[in-house]
């Protein structure tokens, strides 16, 4: 018996010829990083009086950017390889297991750590389980990845958005992508819906963000035995499963808007598995968070600490090699 309905697994696919790449000419962007503080590419200074020049001693920020530049893409790609691909945190996975849970997991290869999975605790069913993992961020901030609600979970996905006391839900997948369902659709096609026992209404219908591709807001209300929250829903749909987004910028400004939402609260991203954009987003989210504060930067080091809180996330070296880019951008 399969765990899941389907399987996630990229492992056998050519990601090299999917999606778009970004060359190490790309990476160069040296007059638009240096507008953006803290990157800098000024490595040097003119020292007054001795009419010499003499080296600037970098900030953490300035030498990630040296690095990312030596290493190319090629690099970035073989670092994956190398270090973060085959990487599987130790914890165990007994809720996955539970045979009680099967029909609630959207895939049967992307497993969940009892760690840092999410516990229901006031459900019709009784039961506690959700796909979904807490990821804790710096200065207290902190992610839910979650998978794509499926039709007998989204009751349950309501429920965690409510109990967490989220302000945001991030969707980061179409309902349906090359004519398979990735996320059962959890929004109300009407003014109000009944999601099992959690009652959905639209606050304010979903709307173009200005300036941003792709990208619709809307706010809603959940309520669920006396408690009622208003929530951000925010659907970014030009992300392809398996490889980078259409435009860093776009993520960029993604960000933002979360940032502007979500109240100190618990963020709820999902994707359909939970791992790939989704763990690509929470990733650029750590890398910018640590740049912008002028701390070290590892990518190996981030995708590592990233899996051991959402187990499989960051799936693919082309998908590193977009994190970089974000970053360097950003």
Same mark, same amino acid.
């Given at each position: 018996?399969?765990?899941?309905?389907?399987?996630?697994?990229?492992?056998?696919?050519?990601?090299?010829?999917?999606?778009?790449?970004?060359?190490?000419?790309?990476?160069?962007?040296?007059?638009?990083?240096?507008?953006?503080?803290?990157?800098?590419?000024?490595?040097?200074?003119?020292?007054?009086?001795?009419?010499?020049?003499?080296?600037?001693?970098?900030?953490?920020?300035?030498?990630?950017?040296?690095?990312?530049?030596?290493?190319?893409?090629?690099?970035?790609?073989?670092?994956?390889?190398?270090?973060?691909?085959?990487?599987?945190?130790?914890?165990?996975?007994?809720?996955?297991?539970?045979?009680?849970?099967?029909?609630?997991?959207?895939?049967?290869?992307?497993?969940?750590?009892?760690?840092?999975?999410?516990?229901?605790?006031?459900?019709?069913?009784?039961?506690?389980?959700?796909?979904?993992?807490?990821?804790?961020?710096?200065?207290?901030?902190?992610?839910?990845?979650?998978?794509?609600?499926?039709?007998?979970?989204?009751?349950?996905?309501?429920?965690? %958005?409510?109990? $967490?006391? +989220?302000?945001?839900? &991030?969707?980061?997948? /179409? =309902? *349906?992508?090359?004519?398979?369902?990735?996320?059962?659709?959890?929004?109300?096609?009407?003014?109000?819906?009944?999601?099992?026992?959690?009652?959905?209404?639209?606050?304010?219908?979903?709307?173009?963000?200005?300036?941003?591709?792709?990208?619709?807001?809307?706010?809603?209300?959940?309520?669920?035995?006396?408690?009622?929250?208003?929530?951000?829903?925010?659907?970014?749909?030009?992300?392809?499963?398996?490889?980078?987004?259409?435009?860093?910028?776009?993520?960029?400004?993604?960000?933002?808007?979360?940032?502007?939402?979500?109240?100190?609260?618990?963020?709820?991203?999902?994707?359909?598995?939970?791992?790939?954009?989704?763990?690509?987003? %929470?990733?650029? $989210?750590? +890398?910018?968070?640590? &740049?912008?504060?002028? /701390? =070290? *930067?590892?990518?190996?080091?981030?995708?590592?600490?990233?899996?051991?809180?959402?187990?499989?996330?960051?799936?693919?070296?082309?998908?590193?090699?977009?994190?970089?880019?974000?970053?360097?951008?950003?």
């Amino acid at each position: 018996m399969t765990r899941g309905r389907d399987v996630c697994s990229v492992a056998n696919e050519d990601h090299g010829a999917r999606g778009r790449t970004t060359d190490k000419k790309s990476l160069l962007k040296i007059k638009s990083i240096e507008r953006m503080s803290p990157i800098g590419m000024k490595f040097a200074h003119h020292s007054k009086g001795s009419g010499k020049s003499e080296a600037k001693k970098l900030s953490n920020a300035e030498k990630w950017v040296a690095e990312t530049c030596e290493l190319g893409v090629r690099g970035i790609r073989k670092e994956f390889v190398s270090d973060i691909r085959n990487y599987v945190p130790e914890g165990t996975q007994s809720a996955w297991e539970d045979e009680e849970n099967i029909e609630k997991n959207r895939y049967d290869d992307v497993r969940l750590l009892d760690k840092t999975r999410v516990i229901l605790k006031d459900t019709p069913d009784h039961s506690d389980y959700i796909h979904a993992s807490y990821v804790h961020l710096d200065d207290g901030m902190s992610y839910i990845c979650a998978q794509g609600p499926m039709q007998n979970t989204v009751e349950a996905f309501w429920i965690m %958005v409510l109990q $967490e006391d +989220a302000k945001v839900v &991030l969707q980061l997948c /179409q =309902t *349906i992508e090359e004519g398979k369902e990735k996320c059962f659709e959890y929004i109300p096609t009407k003014t109000n819906e009944n999601f099992g026992a959690v009652k959905v209404t639209v606050l304010d219908k979903p709307s173009n963000v200005l300036s941003l591709k792709n990208v619709k807001r809307s706010k809603l209300k959940a309520e669920y035995k006396g408690k009622a929250n208003e929530i951000w829903h925010i659907f970014y749909s030009g992300w392809p499963d398996h490889v980078a987004a259409d435009s860093p910028a776009v993520c960029r400004e993604v960000r933002q808007l979360v940032h502007k939402y979500y109240g100190k609260k618990p963020i709820v991203a999902h994707c359909s598995a939970g791992i790939g954009r989704t763990g690509t987003f %929470v990733a650029i $989210e750590i +890398a910018m968070q640590r &740049l912008e504060k002028n /701390q =070290t *930067i590892s990518m190996s080091d981030i995708s590592k600490e990233l899996r051991n809180q959402r187990l499989g996330a960051i799936q693919t070296d082309q998908v590193s090699t977009f994190i970089e880019r974000h970053a360097f951008d950003g």
